[in-house]
């Protein structure tokens, strides 16, 4: 692999995730849809696996929610880990486990081990997307859900740390001096791109769901464009595996980001 992940310094990580993304009313309209048609009547998630999952605010809101039988989180950010584990969080199994390590590396966790698999502001946020899709992918579960949170345009992609970066700060307003603010990058994709990385996944999907609307991109990002679809998709795996068959839609998008 000729690119790693990055694995960040600074501590405003850790210090956001301390006090935001806590609680089911916290997360987006858009992953709140996916995260509901999931879970499906039954309100269950079996064994989650949750890839970036920072200081564990995604266990705080499905097991607020649903059913969680299993949670296991997995960031690269040490002191982010340090926060989820005061959080004491307990599924139906028994309590949450995390683990401090870059997903790409890590070979403990059993394959397709999973009914659900997240990485929320993840796969977005890194120069290795397809790297993580991928690896996130073959965790999931015969018939269980790969969700995932991107940034979609009908414009072409934009994959350059150099052109396109969030700087890692959570103030009211940057200080002039950004010098020493660590950068992450701001990875938006043309929505092409998108469902090409994901219908060609293997094993193949047998549905992919997705919900988005337009926004605005965080004041703190650097990116040409100044409006994105802000997008959550749930990609469901096979019951049966890689054979060739259609991939089913739904879709609830904005028309003019299709066109």
Not at 218 to 228: E, K, V
């Amino acid at each position: 692999m000729a690119n790693k992940n990055i694995a960040y310094k600074t501590n405003q990580i850790s210090e956001y995730f301390s006090v935001n993304r806590r609680k089911w009313d916290d997360f987006y309209p858009s992953e709140k849809w996916i995260f509901e048609r999931i879970a499906g009547s039954e309100r269950a998630m079996g064994h989650v696996l949750d890839v970036g999952c920072a200081a564990g605010g995604l266990a705080l809101a499905l097991t607020e929610r649903f059913s969680v039988a299993q949670y296991s989180g997995v960031d690269i950010n040490a002191r982010a880990i340090d926060v989820a584990k005061t959080r004491k969080v307990t599924c139906s199994d028994g309590p949450c486990q995390f683990m401090c390590c870059d997903i790409l590396e890590m070979n403990t966790l059993p394959v397709e081990g999973f009914d659900n698999v997240f990485s929320l502001s993840c796969a977005d946020w890194n120069v290795l997307t397809e790297d993580i899709i991928n690896h996130c992918w073959k965790y999931v579960r015969k018939g269980g859900n790969f969700v995932l949170t991107l940034r979609l345009t009908s414009e072409p992609s934009l994959r350059d740390l150099s052109e396109s970066f969030q700087y890692i700060y959570y103030g009211d307003l940057l200080p002039e001096n950004t010098s020493e603010i660590e950068r992450a990058p701001y990875v938006v994709l043309n929505v092409r791109d998108a469902l090409s990385l994901l219908t060609n996944l293997q094993p193949r999907p047998v549905c992919i769901t997705v919900y988005g609307y337009w926004g605005t991109p965080s004041s703190t990002a650097r990116t040409r464009y100044d409006r994105l679809v802000f997008t959550a998709l749930a990609v469901k795996k096979s019951q049966a595996g890689a054979e060739s068959h259609e991939i089913a839609g739904e879709f609830h998008l904005p028309v003019d980001v299709l066109l």
